[in-house]
Nanobody
Framework: QVQLAESGGGEVQPGGSLRLSCAVSGSTVDVYFISWFRQAPGGEREPVAQPSRFGHYTKYADSVKGRFRVSRDNTENMVYLQMERMEPSDTAVYYC?????????WGQGTQVTVSA
């Protein structure tokens, strides 16, 4: 059974940094196919960083390109989202995601607030 658990959210000032973690479990899960999404208040869930088709690289949303970076540790089954130069528009609940056979698995989410 696939289980995802995000952690590391919190409040940060504009320009600050934060690192989110996603703990992954499940025999069929490959950390190279874990995505990050976020959902701002009143908004829809949107992709932040997604693996390429074969997991060779990560594609980033234009709004975070150059500021966010995903790293993956397949020995510890962890995926990280390093966020730099954060902006108020980054305020959202962040989720990690795994899709298998057209089924989406989600964690519980972690709140990130960027505020002065």
């Amino acid at each position: 059974q696939v289980q995802l658990a995000e952690s590391g959210g919190g409040e940060v000032q504009p320009g600050g940094s934060l690192r989110l973690s996603c703990a992954v479990s499940g025999s069929t899960v490959d950390v190279y196919f874990i995505s990050w999404f976020r959902q701002a208040p009143g908004g829809e869930r949107e992709p932040v960083a997604q693996p390429s088709r074969f997991g060779h690289y990560t594609k980033y949303a234009d709004s975070v390109k150059g500021r966010f970076r995903v790293s993956r540790d397949n020995t510890e089954n962890m995926v990280y989202l390093q966020m730099e130069r954060m902006e108020p528009s980054d305020t959202a609940v962040y989720y990690c995601n795994f899709r298998e056979n057209d089924r989406d698995y989600w964690g519980q989410g972690t709140q990130v607030t960027v505020s002065a």
